[in-house]
Nanobody, 124 residues
Framework: QVQLVESGGGLVQAGGSLRLSCTAS????????MAWFRQAPGKEREFVTA????????YYADSVKGRFTMSRGNAKNTAHLQMNSLKPEDTAIYYC?????????????????WGQGTQVTVSS
């Protein structure tokens, strides 16, 4: 089993920055991709970014490209999301996810394990 725990959410003004972290424990899979999704009230869960287990390639949703940066720790059991130039529309619960397949997916159903989520609120 895998447990994913997110941290780092909070309240920030528009234009500000936050850094989210996700730590995997239990059985870890450093070769598989991890991702961040988000879900705003009344909306479906949407892809934000994913990072491959090997090769170190990151993929981003168009809405966050150039503002958000995802990275993974050296041991590959941690993932970080640096969010800059935050906008009110970035307000959501942010979830960390792990996919037990080598390629990156962009749909929630492609991921096998999820964290409990961390709230990010951006005020205007």
């Amino acid at each position: 089993q895998v447990q994913l725990v997110e941290s780092g959410g909070g309240l920030v003004q528009a234009g500000g920055s936050l850094r989210l972290s996700c730590t995997a424990s239990g059985r870890t899979y450093p070769s598989y991709p991890m991702a961040w999704f988000r879900q705003a009230p009344g909306k479906e869960r949407e892809f934000v970014t994913a990072f491959t287990g090997s090769g170190g390639t990151a993929y981003y949703a168009d809405s966050v490209k150039g503002r958000f940066t995802m990275s993974r720790g050296n041991a590959k059991n941690t993932a970080h999301l640096q969010m800059n130039s935050l906008k009110p529309e970035d307000t959501a619960i942010y979830y960390c996810a792990l996919r037990l397949y080598y390629s990156v997916g962009r749909r929630p159903e492609e991921y096998n394990y999820w964290g409990q989520g961390t709230q990010v609120t951006v005020s205007s």
